[in-house]
């Protein structure tokens, strides 16, 4: 029985850099350069970029690996499915807090993607929770580029005049999983 327990945690953060082109593979950010060139070969002008850092917390994970300890395999998946479910809803506000406060400052929202993506290596992820303050809220990188907790995900935006901006249908389309993602 799950109860009543406070399984999750949810917690975001951002921090938006001045940023510019360094190569045709890498941007300049806040003294860090961050190797992507899939944001530095979309067309329209980077003039900053959003680093954000999203998590759902430890207790979730930590509830799913006693079900599965408990051979309650079915719930534990269950509850995984839902836990992921909120984790990109969770994103989806980062991103809209992130298009509020590019808007406020006159920038318009461009490409959005996170460690992993096509034009984002993984590797960079330390360098994205870096640029987003993630360690405040507990998020770190482990073995692989895999956040702690599990439930965590980190993302860049582009910001500039003239940038073309993706829905989130294109972010599923962009993604390696999207045919057999149970989310697609």
Known sequence: ??????????????RIHPASVADTRALAVDGLILEAPGLTAEPGERVAVAAAAC?????????????????????????ESVANQRLFRLADRA???????????????????SPGDAGLALEQQ??????????????A??????????????????????LRRRSAASRCDACASRDRCAMN
């Open 141 to 162: 990188v482990a073995a692989a580029g895999m956040l702690t907790p599990v439930h965590s995900l980190s993302l860049l935006v582009a910001l500039g005049p003239n």
């Open 126 to 139: 330390s360098v994205v929770l870096t640029l987003a303050g993630a360690r405040a809220h507990g998020i």
């Open 95 to 113: 991103a809209a807090a992130i298009r509020r406060e590019a808007r406020r400052i006159g920038l318009q929202v461009g490409i959005e993607m």
């Open 55 to 79: 998590t759902l917390g430890s207790a979730l994970q930590e509830r799913i690996a006693q079900l599965f300890a408990t051979r309650r395999r079915s719930l534990a998946l269950a509850l």
């Open 1 to 14: 029985m799950l109860g009543h327990e406070v399984l999750i945690s949810p917690a975001f953060c951002y």
